[in-house]
């Protein structure tokens, strides 16, 4: 069925008439896909993006591109530079190029490896200025100088409405050229390319408008005053008219404007004053799960991982049965409000309360993966995933005597006595084992040190219901934002998004050189030598509430002291090896 076709750009020339045909002439067609997250992970559009790209490419094969800003670091890491199949996708770069902006292609090293086209917002921000003036004499839409989100998106998008220019020139009739923009910071490309009148069609999606993101966050009553708010007065505020300006007038300018859920779809109605023409909801793909004994496999060896982080997390305090654990996972930007944090953690407080008054043996493990500000790791998560690893090892090893004698004893046709099999070296390690396993103090509720403690809404709330992961709560909570943890039979835990394997249940322990920057006890207690008295008299108290802070203090010493002297970080596993053996590490 042919699209409905939105009257709301009359105005501007190039409104194109809806397809006749059933299927779409791929063969005769070129689709860009315009987005600041294309390598680039800020938050859920980038998955959104990477998830759809290998069925977009199988429909479109090397008529697909991507479009977005450069960043070396992704591009080294996530970007397989290449030459463009296209010679005149080659031109139009070259245009740029010559021009003293630089322009990288490759393909992004994800499932079905999509065509990518980066654009370096550094080298061309020599324009930005002519651009303001463009964008004000276009649409009268003026950006600060201070917001630099706003600023790069017009470089950006100016780019990309360049390169869209060239290479429309240089394609003629055919084939023709389909650009999806995602969200307001692809909005000024669109809004460029339209105002000057670049034969292609346009698709603008928004995920959720920008100016309802900022109203949800400041507790407003969002959705039960959707037709009351003043729209201008609201954005203006909050200082985003721009932002908002921008968002608005690229929703106006594409042919099709497109939603993700119903919900957004009343929303964008009310605060962009359009009605998008087709909602796209968000969803799995459920054809890649299909074949159900590898779905089954993956999340089997997935939850083995996740166990064995809780098991050394929780190591003194595993009073609870794995095989009765549920794992739950929130996701998303560090939204405390936007993205349900606090009504999540307000349910889990009501069910840790639940469950223990019906003396129910369930436990329950939540992830937060969120990013937040920290430091490191914090030692006594590492401790505890030392201390499962060297179980583990001590376990191997016992098991190994264990069947060499007993191997042994059958070979001679005898039954091996039970009480002899096991001699003294063996239990003497065996309850090394368990010493080791002792634990004076609660789990942590966080994997890493985080800079803003006291001011962290998920942390203030965790200790504001008392999920401090004690034996007799159900709900626990290991929360990481870096990494952090809670014991409610509920755990909840924070990574950073790079940091998200974590959350797969393997701790992979880094130290970063950063780490030793600082002395530890100035890092601690505050301040230089002549206030550090004073500063620790003032934090004595939250320091005593934290029992480990003071074993901190003495490992991280004895860790900065010692790779101090070598003055190499490789040196940090033989320092580690040597403060483990102080705070009950075994070899």
Known sequence: MPLSRSLSITSLSGLLPAWEDDELPVEDLMLFEVAWEVTNKVGGIYTVIQSKAKVTVDEWGENYYMMGPYFEHNFKTQVEGCVPPNPLIQKAMDALINNGCQVHFGRWLIEGSPY?????????????DRWKGDLWETCHIGLPYHDREANDSLILGSLIAWFFKELTDHLGDKPNVISHFHEWQAGPGLILSRSRN??????????????GRYLCAGNVDFYNNLDK?????????????HRYCLERAAVHCAHVFTTVSQITAVEAKHMLHRKPDVVTPNGLNVKKFSAMHEFQNLHSTNKTRIQEFVRGHFYGHLDFNLDKTLFFFIAGRYEFSNKGADIFLESLSRLNYLLRVHRNDLTVVVFFI??????????????????????????????????????????????????????????TIMKRAIYATQRHSLPPVTTHNMLDDSEDPILFNVRRIGLFNSRNDRVKVPYIKHSVFY????????FRPEQQSAAKAYCICTVSHSYFSATPKRRLFGGRRKNRKKNAQRRQLAIFKRPFAIHLLHVETEIWYSCRAHQNVQNLQLCCSQVSQEVGHFD
């Not at 670049?198 to 100016?211: K, Q, R, S, Y």
């Not at 003043?230 to 008219?241: H, L, M």
């Open 487 to 494: 014991n409610l039979r509920c755990w909840a835990i924070i």
């Open 229 to 241: 708010f003043n729209i201008d007065k609201e954005a203006g505020e909050r200082q985003i008219y």
């Open 116 to 128: 990518v086209i980066l654009f370096d917002i550094g080298s061309a921000a020599w324009n930005l």
């Open 370 to 427: 969120m990013p937040a500000k920290t430091n490191n790791f914090n030692v006594e998560s590492l401790k505890g995933q030392a201390v499962r690893k060297q179980l583990w090892d001590t376990a191997h090893t016992v098991k190994e005597r264990f069947g060499k004698k007993l191997y042994e004893s059958l070979l001679t046709g005898n039954i091996p006595d039970m009480n002899t099999i096991l001699d003294r070296d063996d239990l």
């Open 198 to 211: 670049i034969p292609m069609a346009t698709v603008f999606t928004t995920h959720a408008t920008l100016l």
